[in-house]
């Protein structure tokens, strides 16, 4: 696909949810988007500079351990974690979805995507959706990126 503008759109965390039980071999990336990221087909770790072989990005697919708990918990987990990236690499940067095959580990041990296929963009209603479920949920977790008041 060259025109990721004609990318659907995901609008529910639901409609996610159940993309993501269609398909087990889907990741989010936040960036600019497919357009900005396949011409560049890869990703540089922002510490050292270095040229990695894919798109870093997260695995949206349920780990067995995750058991019989709602998709739409595990999704909006998988958002939250990395919501902080728009505050943190600027405008732009929002959440798309992917299918691809790893080929490696980035630092942070997250997988490095090649043939990137663009599976849609995740609208910012499904990132609140996202964030309303684990206010809900006992004990809510933080982002993994936490500001440090010391």
Known sequence: ?????????????????????????LYVRWSHGPHADLRAAGSRDDLTGVRMPGLSANP???EPWWGDRPVELWVARRLHDYSHLPREKGEGVRPWVLRGRVEGRGPD???????VEPVGWVDDTVIRQAQTE???QVGSWGPLRRDDDR
């Open 1 to 25: 696909m060259t025109d990721t503008d004609e990318l659907p759109v995901l609008r529910t965390l639901g409609e996610l949810g159940a993309l993501v039980e269609r398909h087990s071999d």
């Open 60 to 62: 949206l697919g349920v």
């Open 109 to 115: 041990n997250e997988p490095l995507v090649a043939d």
């Open 134 to 136: 684990v206010d809900r």
